[in-house]
């Protein structure tokens, strides 16, 4: 009888089981259905109401409801996260509200996995690797880009005051937890 | 750090950017017309001036888009940058 395949964390049981930490916790997400969405605003705006979540068009925003986030990576591009199990349902609601017209939707659910960080000191945490100015009079909440942590190109989200969503391909993601562990401890 | 000003997305720290080169270098439309030095100086001879330079940047890890952007080769200051196909402020 074949083997059922079984999706592991790349972030493994070591690294998702910290405990809790008074400058910064760091968690791994859940899996979660990811597509790339390009296209034009037009296509964009007809893609978002059948996703359920706006596209933002206002340059590094993301909008979310309770369980489907679409986040700006550039004027032509967005990162679409949902439950795992809804990859399906996004897929087929897109491909009927688009049809013919011209956009690309391409699942990234096994490149990308994500971590969380949060906590009073997670921006100096963060910025020990990552050169945005992360006060949130310049990165408020709601606000997401790509941008780099060390070596790594990760897409920062900042889903609560003290609270960010990090995107990041999935080989790379035991090297952006260890950095932020390491930093944490450097503080 | 440099802050570079992206159209897009508005000044970021440069290491998010790469560098592309000099802009408004059109390819020839009939490369088959041209000389042997036509098709060299198309290729490889460029300004590098002394002072305000036209250039190609891309937004690699960020929005991810190319963009024109006037800086100062002396001093490194960035003038102002605009999106492909408009034309500078
Ligand atoms: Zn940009």
């Known amino acids: 009888m074949a083997e059922q395949p079984v999706r592991q964390s790349a972030l493994g049981a070591a690294r998702a089981t910290q405990g809790p930490h008074a400058a910064a916790c760091l968690r791994a997400l859940p899996a979660a259905s990811r597509f790339s969405f390009r296209g034009s605003p037009p296509e964009a705006e007809t893609a978002g109401v059948a996703f359920g979540v706006p596209f933002s068009l206002q340059s590094c925003r993301a909008h979310q409801t309770e369980d489907r986030a679409a986040l700006w990576l550039g004027p032509d591009e967005w990162l679409l996260l949902a439950p795992e199990d809804a990859a399906r349902a996004v897929q087929a609601a897109l491909i009927r509200a688009l049809g013919e017209r011209p956009y690309a939707l391409i699942g990234i659910a096994h490149r990308n996995t994500a971590l969380e960080i949060s906590g009073p000191r997670a921006t100096m945490v963060l910025n020990a690797g990552c050169p945005l100015d992360l006060h949130t009079s310049r990165f408020p909440v709601g606000m997401c880009t790509r941008t780099i942590l060390g070596k790594a190109e990760i897409i920062l989200w900042r889903t609560a005051s003290e609270v960010f969503h990090i995107d990041v391909w999935r080989t790379f993601a035991p090297y952006v937890w260890d950095f932020l562990i390491e930093a944490r401890a450097r503080l | ?89």
């Open chain 2, 1 to 89: 750090m440099l802050l570079i000003p992206c159209p897009y997305c508005g000044p970021r720290p440069e290491l998010e950017f790469t560098y592309a080169g000099e802009a408004n270098i059109s390819r020839p439309a009939e490369p088959e017309s041209l000389s042997d030095e036509q098709w060299a100086a198309y290729l490889y001879q460029r300004t590098n001036p002394r002072g305000m330079h036209a250039e190609r940047w891309r937004h690699v890890h960020g929005c991810g888009r190319y963009f024109n952007a006037s800086r100062d080769t002396l001093s490194d200051q960035f003038q102002f940058s605009w999106k492909p196909g408009e034309s500078p402020p």
